[in-house]
């Protein structure tokens, strides 16, 4: 069984770091997506970054570009979003989700396979 399950989240004032966590489990294929998408009140869901575990690639979104870095743990079976120098508009539900197996690029939030219940981030004094 697939499952997603996100860690790490919680109220981090402007400037300050969070590392998130996925953790997968449940998956057969070698090649997959895997990305975090986040949701702000009021917003449709955006993809923040993602890597592709065959190909080596990865790809940040415009806003988050340098102050996140993505990263995996193949033994733990682990996808983490380190997240530094963050901005009250950083402030959203963040949710891991995996493409199975990679056939877009970036991965749109629109054809991700499975999805984790997302784990919420609040970036405020």
């Known amino acids: 069984q697939v499952q997603l399950v996100e860690s790490g989240g919680g109220l981090v004032q402007p400037g300050g770091s969070l590392r998130l966590s996925c953790a997968a489990s449940?998956?057969?294929?070698?090649?997959?997506?895997i990305g975090w998408f986040r949701q702000a009140p009021g917003k449709e869901r955006e993809g923040v970054s993602c890597?592709?575990?065959?190909?080596?690639?990865?790809w940040y979104a415009d806003s988050v570009k340098g102050r996140f870095t993505i990263s995996r743990d193949n033994a733990k079976n682990m996808v983490y979003l380190q997240m530094n120098s963050l901005k009250p508009d950083d402030t959203a539900v963040y949710y891991c989700?995996?493409?199975?197996?990679?056939?877009?690029?970036?991965?749109?939030?629109?054809?991700?396979?499975?999805w984790g219940k997302g784990t919420p981030v609040t970036v405020s004094s």
């Open positions: 989700a995996v493409q199975e197996p990679v056939r877009s690029w970036p991965l749109p939030e629109y054809d991700m396979n499975y």
């Open positions: 449940g998956f057969r294929r070698k090649d997959l997506g």
């Open positions: 890597l592709s575990t065959n190909h080596e690639l990865t």
